[in-house]
């Protein structure tokens, strides 16, 4: 039995405060959490305040799992001040997201104290992306490298990568459109922060229309067993 905001909730052992939070309709900020991947708790705006024997402190929510007996709280003075401190520092490193302009909104931020960074766009390091390839995807076709302020999400060596499916998943998970995909015609096109794929998409024999890409649909058949004229044609023209 754990305690929200006044609230006694039954809470299963093992599961996060957000996921037992998000399972009461209780709402707390994130940026970098997404159920199809592990958490990381890298944007911090998740942070609550905590009271256990008597002592209390901010815990990212994503990653403190739940105990019995405790007393959580989502909304305080010390949790709301922290939560526009990050998402003012997000919004210095990327200025252009239209997704951090209306959570600083919604928090009450109205202005960047912060020196605005110009060269970042609207990646905000979250590694959404990457565990979506790992995790998920299962090719690990980009990565988080380097440390500090030099951090970022690359491909391998800042170029194509010979391991990108051009599934897509990456722009799917993006929470502030950092990476953006677009299918034009025979080609689809994957936009990253340091680099621009491109891909050639596989047409269906009996309706002629792009519908995959050949590179998504030669891995799917490697992981399947099944031979690559199974997918000469489109989900819908398939017997």
Not at 95 to 100: A, F, K, Q, R, T
Not at 114 to 129: A, P
Not at 209 to 234: H, N, T, V, W
Request: hydrophobic share 35%; net charge positive.
């Amino acid at each position: 039995m754990v305690n929200i905001n006044g609230q006694k909730i039954e809470a299963e052992e093992g599961k996060t405060i957000l996921e037992v939070a998000r399972r009461h309709n209780i709402d707390i900020p994130t940026l970098c959490n997404n159920d199809t991947v592990s958490p990381y708790g890298a944007c911090r705006l998740c942070l609550v305040e905590i009271e256990r024997n008597g002592r209390s402190r901010l815990v990212a929510s994503c990653l403190y799992h739940v105990e019995d007996g405790l007393n959580i709280k989502t909304e305080t003075p010390r949790v709301n001040h922290v939560r526009k401190v990050v998402v003012e520092l997000l919004w210095a490193r990327c200025p252009d997201s239209e997704v951090l302009q209306k959570l600083a909104a919604k928090l009450g931020v109205k202005e960047v104290r912060f020196t605005k960074e110009t060269d970042k766009g609207k990646c905000i390091l979250c590694s959404l992306c990457t565990r979506a390839c790992q995790e998920v995807v299962g090719v690990s076709a980009i990565s988080m490298v380097n440390r500090g302020v030099n951090r970022q999400m690359a491909t391998p060596f800042f170029g194509l990568s010979d391991t990108c499916i051009a599934c897509g998943s990456c722009a799917e998970i993006c929470p502030t459109e950092a990476i953006s995909l677009e299918d034009k015609g025979s080609k689809r096109v994957i936009t990253m922060p340091n680099v621009k794929m491109t891909f050639n998409m596989k047409k269906c024999a009996k309706c002629g229309r792009y519908f995959a890409p050949e590179k998504q649909i030669k891995f799917m058949a490697e992981k399947s067993g099944r031979p690559l004229s199974f997918f000469d044609c489109c989900p819908d023209c398939r017997d």
